[in-house]
């Protein structure tokens, strides 16, 4: 815990670092720029990604489908708008992460949703259908077997 608090006091120190090596690169003018138009872009993104999240899940409910695959990528799109409205150059490129992580979780189906591996329970427990392969000849290691009950 004491490692997060400190990361997030660090954050604002390295966000002005940033931003000062990158005044020092392309000019002050440039970088005010920069902070004021990944501000506007971040408010655009919140804003879609909260408008479209909301519909997506509207749809989803009306399929009586889970919603937990729209919440993702939602949330991370939300968080990249959220990151984007900070001024800094980290947040920036983390922000960009964060929407590569909700374009890829788009659409994707959870177990149990038609296109998605098949899922039912039975004494109990939660059965996910999926794939398997044999492992290569080196990589199996002896004691990692799965333990039987």
Known sequence: MPFIRL???AIPFIELAGLI??????????TLLWVLGT??????VI????????????????????????L???M??????VLLVIPG???DAAALICLILAWRHRGEPLPGEPGGPNSWERGGHNIIEGEWKPAEEGEAERGKDIDRQ
């Open 76 to 81: 991370w799109g939300v968080l990249a708008g």
């Open 47 to 70: 804003k879609s990604q909260g408008w479209a999240m909301v519909q997506r899940l509207q749809m989803q409910m009306a399929q009586t489908g889970s919603p937990l695959i729209v």
């Open 39 to 44: 501000i506007m872009l971040g408010i655009v």
């Open 7 to 9: 990361l997030l006091l």
């Open 89 to 91: 150059v980290f947040t």
């Open 21 to 30: 090596m990158l005044g020092q690169a392309i000019g002050v003018g440039l």
């Open 72 to 74: 993702k990528s939602g």
